[in-house]
C-alpha cells in the first residue's frame, strides 16, 4: 500500500507539463534584453566617442590649438606619426607629446 501511494503521488506531481517552464523562459528572455539595454547605453556610445577622438587626432594640423590629457594647452608645432610637438605659454617651451594624449582640439575648422 505504502509503494502505491508513494507512485500515485510521484505520478501526479510529475504528470502536469509547464510548471515552472514559463517562469523560467521569461528569466531567460531577460538575458538578452539586459544584454541589449548595456550594448546601447554604454558600448555603442563609448565606441562612437573613440571613433570621434581618433578622427580628431588623424585631423590635427599645425597651429592648431589643442589640450592634453594632463591639462596642458598649446599650438601644434609639426606633427608626425605618433608625436606632436606643441608650444606652450609665452616663453614658447616646447613638448614633444603622443598623438594619443592629446584629449581636445579646440580649433573650429570649416568642413
Do not use: C
Not at 534584453?33 to 581618433?54: A, E, H, N, S, T
Amino acid at each position: 500500500m505504502n509503494f502505491l501511494n508513494y507512485s500515485l503521488l510521484s505520478v501526479t506531481t510529475n504528470a502536469v507539463p509547464g510548471v515552472g517552464g514559463g517562469e523560467m523562459l521569461m528569466t531567460f528572455m531577460w538575458i538578452p534584453l539586459m544584454i541589449g539595454v548595456f550594448y546601447f547605453l554604454l558600448i555603442r556610445p563609448q565606441k562612437k566617442r573613440q571613433k570621434q577622438d581618433k578622427a580628431m587626432r588623424d585631423n590635427l594640423q599645425i597651429a592648431d590649438e589643442v589640450v592634453t590629457v594632463g591639462g596642458i594647452i598649446g599650438r601644434v608645432l609639426s606633427v608626425k606619426d605618433d608625436t606632436v610637438l606643441i608650444e606652450t605659454g609665452g616663453d614658447r617651451t616646447r613638448i614633444r607629446v603622443l598623438r594619443s594624449s592629446i584629449a581636445e582640439n579646440r580649433t573650429i575648422h570649416d568642413s
